[in-house]
């Protein structure tokens, strides 16, 4: 069983930033896809970012350029910061850790960007 578990949101205003983390409960980078997702009220959970075993990435468009996934094998950590951050970024942020037919989810953590 892995568990995940997200901290860094909060409350920010248009052009701030924030960086997330998600602390896994073991050494499961070398093995899962670590990603961030993100859901605001009455929307699909979209993915944001994401990062493979072997350190590859990937971004949702509307966050390319803005938001940036990193890792910290030693510490079981994964990262996502978030700059010149939009009111419609707004949203509960998730991690997720994916290895073939497993899927774990972290609690979320809300992030909220003011006009």
């Known amino acids: 069983q892995v568990q995940l578990v997200e901290s860094g949101g909060g409350l920010v205003q248009a052009g701030g930033s924030l960086r997330l983390s998600c602390a896994a409960s073991?050494?499961?980078?070398?093995?899962?896809?670590i990603g961030w997702y993100r859901q605001a009220p009455g929307k699909q959970r979209d993915m944001v970012a994401r990062?493979?075993?072997?350190?590859?990435?990937n971004y949702a468009d509307s966050v390319k350029g803005r938001f940036t996934i990193t890792r910290d094998i030693a510490k079981n950590t994964v990262y996502l910061q978030m700059n010149t951050l939009k009111p419609e970024d707004t949203a509960v942020y998730y991690c997720n850790a994916e290895r073939l037919q497993r899927s774990y989810w972290g609690q979320g953590t809300q992030v909220t960007v003011s006009s």
């Open positions: 990062i493979s075993n072997l350190g590859r990435t």
């Open positions: 073991g050494s499961i980078f070398n093995s899962y896809t």
